[in-house]
C-alpha cells in the first residue's frame, strides 16, 4: 500500500512509468468522441509527468487512490511549470551551455534535463483542471428568450475526469432572476455565481438526475445534460522485482470493485511481472429527443428502477411534466488480465459492452 495522504497514492519509477504509458495507450485506445474531455489534452499532461519523472524534475507521480487518475496535485504541478517555464529558462541560459558544463558538476546535468523538459513543456496544450464556458446557441430580443450551451471540464471531487455539457432556454422577465446574463450587444453570455454554483455542486451526479435538478430553477428549460466520464482506472503494478504489487487502493464499492477486490485476492494476487490496467469511459445523456430509454450501463441503473415507491410516484408525475428520456453506456480498455474480471460484471448486469484489447509490452 502507498497511501501518502487522504486518497493519495505515491508511485515512483519504474512503476510510475509503466503506469503513464499504460494509461496513455488506453486513452488513444478508446476512441473518445467529444462527449469526454479532450484527449489530446489529457495525454499531453500524461506525457508531461512521464517526462518530468524520467528527468528527475520529481520523484513521484500522486494517483487518487478511488479513482485511479493522476490527481490534482500532480495536474496542477505541470500546468505551475509551464506558467513558469519562459521565466525559468530566461534564468538558466541556453541547453548547450549547461551540456558543455554537464562533466563539472551534477548540478548542471539536472539543469540541462530540466532546460529540455521546460523546453517541450511550454509548447503544449495541457489538461485543464477546471474549465467552463458558456455559449450563445441563439437569442430573441422580441421574445427574451435565449437558448445556451454550457461546457464544463474537470476533475472531480472524486478524482475521475470528466465533461458536462448542459444545453437549457432561459425565458428574462422583470419577475424571473436569470441564470445567465447577456451583455448589451447580446452576443457575450455568463452564468451567475449561484447558477455556475449550482452546476459545479452537481457535476458529479449522472445526467438524468442533474436533468431533474436544473428543471427546477425558475424561467429555465432544460432541454439536454449529458456528461462523459474517464474513469475509474484499476491497476496492478509489478514493484521489487515480484517481492510486490501496487494496485490502486480504494477503488469504488460498486459491482466492479467489488469484483476488483476479489481479483486482487484471487487471481491477481500472485505477484507477477505483468502489469495490469483497466479504465472506464461511460457517458450518459437525458434529453428531449432520445429514441430509446436504457441504461447499457453495468455500474448505474436507471433512476427510476432505483427509487422508492413513494419517490417513484413522484418521478413518474414529473417525467410527465418535462418529458425526456435517459440513455446510458460503458465502453472499457483493458489488459488480458482484468478484461474477464470486468466482462463478468457486465454478463451479471445483463449488458452489453465494449472492450478494447491494451497489450503489455
Not at 125 to 141: F, G, I, K, T, W
Not at 160 to 186: M, P
Not at 207 to 225: D, K, M, N, Q, S
Amino acid at each position: 500500500m502507498s497511501i501518502v495522504a487522504l486518497h493519495t497514492q505515491a508511485l515512483v519509477s519504474p512503476e510510475a512509468d509503466v503506469y503513464l504509458d499504460l494509461l496513455g495507450r488506453a486513452l488513444q485506445a478508446a476512441r473518445l468522441n467529444n462527449s469526454f474531455p479532450d484527449r489530446r489534452q489529457l495525454q499531453n499532461t500524461l506525457d508531461t509527468l512521464r517526462d518530468a519523472l524520467r528527468h528527475g524534475v520529481y520523484g513521484e507521480l500522486y494517483v487518487d487512490a478511488r479513482a485511479g487518475l493522476p490527481n490534482l496535485a500532480s495536474l496542477i504541478r505541470v500546468q505551475t511549470d509551464q506558467e513558469v517555464a519562459a521565466a525559468s529558462l530566461a534564468r538558466m541560459g541556453t541547453l548547450a551551455a549547461l551540456e558543455a558544463r554537464r562533466d563539472e558538476a551534477e548540478v548542471f546535468a539536472r539543469l540541462a534535463a530540466k532546460h529540455a523538459y521546460f523546453e517541450r513543456l511550454q509548447k503544449l496544450e495541457l489538461a485543464p483542471v477546471d474549465h467552463h464556458r458558456v455559449l450563445l446557441r441563439r437569442h430573441d430580443p422580441g421574445t427574451g428568450t435565449a437558448a445556451f450551451r454550457i461546457e464544463l471540464t474537470k476533475l472531480d471531487a472524486s478524482g475521475v475526469y470528466l465533461r458536462l455539457l448542459i444545453e437549457l432556454t432561459q425565458v428574462s422577465s422583470l419577475w424571473q432572476r436569470k441564470v445567465i446574463d447577456l451583455d448589451e450587444d447580446g452576443e457575450t453570455a455568463a452564468a451567475n455565481e449561484a447558477f455556475r454554483s449550482t452546476v459545479y455542486r452537481c457535476a458529479d451526479l449522472d445526467a438524468e438526475t442533474l436533468f431533474v435538478r436544473l428543471h427546477g430553477i425558475e424561467g429555465v428549460r432544460v432541454e439536454r445534460v449529458a456528461r462523459g466520464v474517464i474513469g475509474p482506472v484499476l491497476f496492478s503494478l509489478p514493484a521489487g522485482e515480484g517481492v510486490m504489487v501496487q494496485r490502486t487502493a480504494e477503488a469504488p464499492d460498486d459491482a466492479l470493485g467489488q469484483a476488483w477486490h476479489r481479483w486482487s485476492l484471487g487471481v491477481g494476487a500472485a505477484e507477477t511481472e505483468r502489469p495490469e490496467l483497466l479504465v472506464a469511459f461511460a457517458t450518459d445523456s437525458a434529453a428531449g429527443d432520445i429514441r430509446e430509454e436504457k441504461s447499457n450501463d453495468p455500474l448505474s441503473p436507471l433512476l427510476a428502477l432505483r427509487l422508492a415507491p413513494a419517490e417513484s410516484a413522484r418521478y413518474r408525475a414529473l417525467r410527465e411534466r418535462y418529458p425526456f428520456k435517459v440513455f446510458k453506456d460503458r465502453k472499457f480498455v483493458a489488459t488480458s488480465g482484468l478484461k474477464a474480471m470486468a466482462q463478468a460484471v457486465c454478463d451479471a448486469a445483463g449488458t452489453r459492452n465494449i472492450f478494447y484489447d491494451l497489450r503489455v509490452p
